[in-house]
């Protein structure tokens, strides 16, 4: 039984909270599964295809992802970013180098990144080493962007306290005056990263959570693995 918010009721309200509800949220993934004979052995080609596959069905924003890290003390930390490249060297994000992903990265440049495609039942795991790219790839990033999106990396001190959100304004507003008919330079705090990936898992919804998941991991520096995991 599919179970959302549409189908509760002022009574169920009344009755019972949502804290008491939300076990009872339930979906059935219906797909046609996945089989390795159908997949690349290439994991970067297969995730090109999911990709693919997530724009031509209008998934709002697919480049969305979770990037999970941890610094030295080995407390995770996620937040939501956006995938701003792939290829077979890795996948690229941007960020502040002052941020805390970043402090952590520095520490311990393990991490991980999840993408969800909800509609189609499908997930992407990934995981691998982080390190930065070139001062030129982030450059040409930055100008890139809008100009007000440009602004914002200058004048966020990413992840530190704010005292008020004025300030921050305030800021914002020297900034559009000082560069109003000239180009923004990059600030050397920010700038891109690259996950490179040392195991990769492709996780397709199934009937009675019977998920198919097939995973590649790494073997030396070329050939990959593939397996099917229990789901």
């Not at 002022?10 to 509800?21: A, C, I, T």
């Not at 999911?50 to 080995?74: C, Q, R, S, Y």
């Not at 509609?119 to 070139?134: A, D, M, N």
């Not at 019977?210 to 050939?223: A, N, P």
Request: aromatic share 10%.
């Amino acid at each position: 039984m599919k179970f959302n918010l549409k189908n509760i009721t002022r009574k169920d309200l009344k009755n019972k909270s949502l804290r008491q509800l939300v076990a009872n949220f339930r979906n059935e993934y219906i797909s046609d599964g996945l089989n390795e004979e159908d997949m690349d052995k290439d994991p970067i080609i297969n995730f090109e295809r999911w990709f693919e596959d997530a724009v031509k069905n209008n998934i709002n924003e697919p480049n969305i992802m979770h990037l999970a890290t941890a610094g030295a003390d080995g407390i995770p930390s996620g937040r939501i970013v956006l995938l701003k490249g792939f290829d077979e060297k890795g996948f690229v994000f941007y960020t502040n180098y002052d941020s805390r992903k970043a402090s952590e990265l520095s520490e311990n440049n393990n991490a991980s990144l999840t993408f969800l495609w909800n509609e189609l039942h499908r997930q992407v795991r990934i995981e691998g080493k982080v390190h930065r790219i070139s001062a030129e790839e982030s450059d040409i990033y930055f100008h890139s962007r809008p100009k007000g999106s440009q602004i914002s990396a200058v004048a966020s001190a990413q992840s530190k306290v704010l005292p008020g959100r004025k300030e921050l304004e305030k800021t914002v507003s020297e900034l559009e005056r000082k560069y109003k008919d000239k180009p923004i330079p990059r600030p050397e705090n920010w700038g891109g990263y690259c996950l490179t990936p040392l195991r990769i898992e492709f996780w397709q919804g199934r009937v009675n959570r019977l998920h198919d998941r097939i995973q590649f991991t790494l073997q030396g520096d070329k050939s990959w693995k593939m397996e099917r995991l229990y789901p």
